[in-house]
């Protein structure tokens, strides 16, 4: 890829605004949600879908498609954000998010929403179902890839490290897992619920192409996409992002119990202009 860093990240800095955005005024609709989660994800999104995935928004179950698999179902806000500013989802839709007969549930299913590869709400088995698509695709002779995002909560799951084995074992190079390490689950700091550094070293140890970025710096996580997909080696990929629960917001960074947050109703405004004043800073 030859386009300068600058010309990628002024574009994508703009794409990841307006994810975290969208995923603002969807979590407005609800009063509630996990918000700092599509906060922090929203810059891994930002250049998967607008740098390194090949896909067609207007048909998005073309067969030559790369996939996206959300293990961790609690983003689908997220998700949505991103589908929504990739025009797979139509930006109206986002009003209905969490309403009955919405395609927009709270929980990603893939079976209601566009886009959306697999269903989530249980945890640990986005990267067990990608294995099974990758191979598939190379069954199929296919060079689509398979991107899969999963939560370092999720590391506490032996299904996990069962599909971190397989991967390869059958040399999955067609996968490119990111992990979202914003050291938070449901029960506190996820380094102290189940320890799992070094992170990196094992992963590597299990036989992976593995990097490890700041998953809210543009220019380090297009680095880090970049080198995945070059890769010469017969090895699934996998890139540990670290990153900032509620990036973008300070005063949502700053709460110490965000894996579901409730944000008063006249705080919603309060974020999406601090979101704004940190776009034009
Ligand atoms: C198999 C399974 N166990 C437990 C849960 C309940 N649960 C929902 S989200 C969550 C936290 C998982 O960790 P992580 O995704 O890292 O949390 P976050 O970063 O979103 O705070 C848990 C335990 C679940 N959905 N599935
Ligand atoms: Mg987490």
Not at 12 to 41: C, H, K, S, T
Request: hydrophobic share 40%; charged share 25%; glycine share 10%.
């Amino acid at each position: 890829m030859t386009t300068t860093a600058i010309g990628h990240n002024t574009h994508l800095a703009e794409r990841a605004y307006r994810i975290r955005r969208n995923a603002l005024l969807m979590g407005e609709v609800q009063g509630q949600g996990y918000i700092g989660q599509a906060l922090d994800i929203a810059d891994v999104l930002a250049v998967s879908y607008f740098h390194a995935m090949r896909y067609r928004p207007a048909e998005p179950e073309w067969e030559g498609r790369d996939r996206f698999m959300l293990s961790n179902g609690h983003y689908a806000i997220a998700l949505y954000a991103a589908l929504i500013e990739a025009g797979i989802i139509p930006q109206e839709e986002l009003e209905t998010y969490g309403s009955d007969d919405s395609r927009l549930p709270m929980s990603g299913m893939a079976s209601y929403t566009p886009g959306m590869e697999m269903s989530g709400g249980s945890l640990g088995l986005g990267l067990s179902l990608a294995v099974g698509r990758c191979l598939g695709l190379k069954r199929k002779g296919s060079d689509a890839r398979v991107y899969t995002l999963f939560s370092d909560g999720e590391l506490d799951e032996g299904s996990v490290w069962e599909a971190i084995l397989s991967a390869a074992h059958w040399k999955l190079d067609n996968l490119i897992a990111i992990v979202d390490v914003n050291n938070q689950q449901a029960d506190g700091p996820s380094t102290q619920v189940m320890a799992f550094e070094p992170l990196t070293d094992k992963l590597a140890a299990f036989g992976w192409f593995v990097q490890r970025v700041d998953g809210n710096d543009l220019d380090a996580v297009v680095a880090a996409f970049d080198a995945a997909k070059s890769c010469p080696d017969p090895k699934p990929r996998m890139i540990v992002c670290d990153t900032k629960m509620g990036k973008g917001v300070p005063f949502l960074e700053a709460r110490e119990k965000n894996h579901f947050i409730r944000v008063d109703a006249h705080e919603w405004q309060l974020a999406l202009d601090a979101l704004d004043a940190g776009r034009t800073a």
